[in-house]
């Protein structure tokens, strides 16, 4: 079964611009949650995804957003970007119907430098 | 205070012997608790789950839950030099939400 996927991979943005992020989750998974990764930081909850729902988000600014489609897939956009919003993004798919449980899979993330 | 807690390491240990890492968390109401691995450069990857006290065996990964102490850990047994990455616990606390600890860097040496 194929496994979460990311695109894109790489991403140079400048300052004041904006950028959509893709994910596709595994096949059968529902739900899809976004993580920022940073050396500072680590790894924090944005938002998550399930049947096209948002049901939980993170500590971040409204720049932040994100949008699941019917077949599952998501994008995540980030607006007016800043230097602070370089980072790793991943996405992270699970089966689970339940918030409560359920084992979340990775994708290869998308880097982001914005300069 | 943060959520989840971890030593950030390094922690080095001999090949073939046990590394212990070690998670506590502050959300007394978490339910959800998994061990993930990350290589530089790459995204994590999960090892294990547990949801009840106790412990739980995959191979050579034990995993063990104390809901009383709220405390995790991981055991790795017969650490091979591939065993060598940052390992990151995860709960899932209050409003549903996975918290990430900071992760521990693990060194095996040959």
């Known amino acids: 079964k194929a496994g979460v996927t990311q695109t894109p991979r790489y991403l140079i943005k400048t300052r004041g611009q904006q950028v959509t992020l893709s994910c596709s989750p595994i096949?059968?998974?529902?739900?899809v949650s976004w993580y920022q990764q940073t050396p500072g930081q680590g790894l924090q909850f944005l938002f998550e995804y399930f049947s096209e729902t948002q049901r939980n988000k993170g500590n971040f600014p409204g720049r932040f957003s994100g949008r699941q489609f019917s077949n599952s897939r998501s994008e995540m956009n980030v607006s007016t970007l800043e230097l602070g919003d370089s980072a790793l993004y991943l996405c992270?798919?699970?089966?689970?119907?339940?918030?409560?449980?359920?084992?979340?899979?990775f994708g290869p993330g998308t880097r982001l430098t914005v300069t | 205070q943060k959520e989840v807690e971890q030593n950030s390491g390094p922690l080095s240990v001999p090949e073939g012997a046990i590394a212990s890492l070690n998670c506590t968390y502050s959300d007394r109401g978490s339910q959800s608790f998994f061990w993930y691995r990350q290589y530089s450069g790459k995204s994590p990857e999960l090892i294990m789950s547990i949801y009840s006290n106790g412990d739980k065996e995959d191979g050579r990964f034990t995993a063990q839950l104390n809901k009383a102490s709220q405390y995790v850990s991981l055991l790795i047994r017969d650490s091979q030099p591939s065993d060598s990455a940052t390992y990151l616990c995860?709960?899932?606390?209050?409003?549903?939400?996975?918290?990430f600890g900071s992760g521990t860097k693990l060194n095996v040496k040959p």
């Open positions: 992270a798919s699970s089966l689970a119907r339940n918030p409560g449980a359920g084992e979340q899979y």
């Open positions: 096949s059968g998974h529902r739900s």
């Open positions: 995860a709960v899932k606390g209050n409003f549903n939400k996975f918290y």
